[in-house]
């Protein structure tokens, strides 16, 4: 689907993360599933961004956005009122299952891990959420967070309150507890999560740079079960343990 | 805008680019109002295609080393063609290949279960064969000939506009029994990882960024003798038109798609109407 939405509203999380919201019924996206965003009307940037579904809830879609190069900084100049093309929801996505689970997120992977977050909650699966950032100024949608979650970590690299990473906090976690686990956030840190090899099993989140987003192009591989798959339509959650990054 | 290319009506002149709209089985509504489709390169062995990443944007197009792949040509006659038959639209199977019995064979075994083939001897992410084929007259003439002695069905050649003089392969092609020409394929393009220091992704080069070199090519090519297929960068109705303009009958839309998976649709509004001011000014 191609639809122009008109942004209802435009927040500014952190200095260099924002949320625009749409007024969007009859969709029932999935967790994971993420929008098509056109940059603008002109041919440079050539290729949408793929962003994630934060919040879908009452007909209004909310994506959060941080500014990394020059598609995501033309987006963050839009103001409410003004139209945006978005194709989708696209992707598989998945269907949360009811088990008791923690959601680990790093740096903007909050972004679809709150969407599930959202999920839980109305399901009433209860759910851990564990959420790393480098500062404390990036940690984003805190109150909704701790609202939702019977559990909320917070960790930081720099500054003060808890030291460290998510990858380091769930190491001393334990898991004995929780049936799964779901992670969203830079490779590095996916890389550094499959290497511990965690009793349970983890569904990641995977990111990476899309060219159309939905199963035409095969521009978008990632090496699963011994095979390539699709990120945007196989995914673009993957069982953890059997991706093999190579890039 | 009906016309009738290579002996079959097709619905317009404006037609799926090889690559960028898999076997058309998605989207049906686009592609059942192109003029044909061009499927995803198939060759004689399945291919699991280049290891990421894959694609790379750039100013006004993008690179791409996606490296062919796809499922073979067993799978593609067994599995995917009887799909095909579905749609309502014009099919011609983008075959490359590697050695020049691969092509053969593939032209062979597909067999007229199709509407035509597009000889693809001008993919740049693959190491061999390929490419090498479409850079050498003498051997763009025998992949063609011996493609022509397997099948009655329009033989489309598409060709390359790297380091070579497309008119020159062309001209190969066409006496070797081609019955079209389509270019061009995607121009060598590099981009580099400054931190790492090295290229981050070799490929070839698509879309707008691409336009004003493949208009060039399109016109040196058109007095061939045979109906041109025209593409590179189109995005509008007006970029089709050029493509006319240059010497094209028809043109396949690539890219744009990845950004737009309807904008087929909109290029077929918006080039009638340009046809049809020429019709108006002609009488
Ligand atoms: C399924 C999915 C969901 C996502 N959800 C969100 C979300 O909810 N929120 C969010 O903020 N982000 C999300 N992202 C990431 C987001 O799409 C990117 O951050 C965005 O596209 C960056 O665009 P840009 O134009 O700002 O950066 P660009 O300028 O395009 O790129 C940023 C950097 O990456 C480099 N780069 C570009 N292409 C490649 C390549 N092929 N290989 C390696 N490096 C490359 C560039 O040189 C540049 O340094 C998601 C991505 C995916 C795949
Ligand atoms: C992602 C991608 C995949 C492609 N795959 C093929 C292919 O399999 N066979 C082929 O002949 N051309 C392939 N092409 C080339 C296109 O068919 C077309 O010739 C080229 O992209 C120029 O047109 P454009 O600028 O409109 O994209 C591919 C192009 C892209 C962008
Ligand atoms: S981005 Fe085109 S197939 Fe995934």
């Known amino acids: ?247 | 805008m009906k016309i009738k290319l290579f002996g079959t009506h097709l619905k317009n002149r404006v037609l799926l680019a090889s690559g960028v709209f898999g076997f058309g089985l998605k989207f049906k509504r686009v592609t059942n109002s192109v003029g044909a489709i061009f499927t995803k390169g198939i060759t004689a062995q399945p291919r699991k295609g280049n290891p990421p990443p894959r694609i790379y944007e750039t100013s006004s197009g993008m690179i791409n080393w996606v490296g062919l792949e796809n499922p073979g040509v067993e799978y593609f006659c067994t599995n995917i063609i009887p799909q095909l038959k579905k749609l309502k639209t014009r099919i011609f199977v983008n075959i490359a290949g590697f050695t020049m019995d691969e092509y053969e064979h593939s032209v062979e075994r597909i067999g007229d279960t199709v509407d035509g083939f597009e000889l693809n001897i001008s993919c740049p992410n693959v190491k061999e064969g390929g490419i090498a084929f479409g850079q050498n007259a003498k051997m763009a003439s025998m992949v063609v000939a011996r493609a022509r002695k397997k099948t009655r069905l329009p033989l489309i050649v598409k060709l390359t506009p790297n380091f070579c003089d497309p008119l020159v392969i062309a001209k190969a092609c066409v006496e070797a029994g081609a019955d079209g020409i389509s270019l061009i394929n995607t121009v060598y393009a590099t981009a580099y990882d400054i931190k790492k220091r090295k290229p981050l992704i070799t490929g070839g080069l698509s879309g707008p960024a691409i336009k004003p070199f493949a208009l060039y090519c399109v016109n040196r090519v058109r007095n061939v003798g045979v109906p041109i297929i025209g593409m590179g960068g189109i995005v509008s109705g007006q970029d089709a038109y050029e493509f006319l303009l240059a010497g094209a009958s028809a043109v396949a839309v690539g890219s744009v798609v990845l950004r737009d998976p309807y904008a087929p649709l909109r290029i077929i509004k918006e080039l009638k109407k340009f046809i049809y001011q020429e019709t108006k000014h002609a009488r």
């Open chain 1, 1 to 247: 689907m191609i639809r122009s939405l008109s942004i209802i509203k435009k927040t500014w999380f952190s200095k260099n993360t924002f949320g625009l919201e749409f007024s969007l019924p009859g969709i029932k996206p999935r967790p994971g599933q993420f929008f098509q965003v056109r940059v603008n009307d002109s041919m440079d940037p050539f290729l949408n961004r793929p962003i994630s579904i934060a919040s879908y809830s009452g007909n209004r879609l909310l994506l959060i956005i941080k500014i990394i190069g020059k598609g995501t900084n033309i987006l963050s100049k839009r103001r409410e009122r003004e139209q945006v093309t978005l194709f989708g929801p696209y992707g598989k996505g998945i269907v949360p299952k009811r088990q008791k689970s923690i959601l680990l997120a790093g740096g903007i992977g909050v972004a679809p891990l709150h969407f599930l977050a959202q999920m839980h909650y109305k399901r009433k699966i209860p759910f851990t959420f564990l959420y790393g950032a480098k500062t404390y100024d990036e940690i984003i949608l805190k109150a909704s967070i701790k609202h939702m979650a019977n559990r909320s970590i917070f960790v930081t690299e720099y500054g003060s309150g808890r030291r460290g990473t998510v990858v380091s906090a769930v190491k001393g976690m334990d898991l004995s507890d929780y049936a799964i686990v779901y992670a969203c956030g830079p490779q590095a840190m996916l890389i550094a999560l499959q290497q511990l090899h965690l009793p349970l099993p983890v569904y990641a989140f995977c990111e990476d740079f899309l060219g159309c987003g939905c199963g035409l192009c095969l521009g978008c591989a990632i090496m699963y079960n011994g095979t390539y798959k699709r990120i945007c339509e196989d995914g673009p959650v993957f069982e953890l343990e059997r991706i093999h990054f190579e890039n």
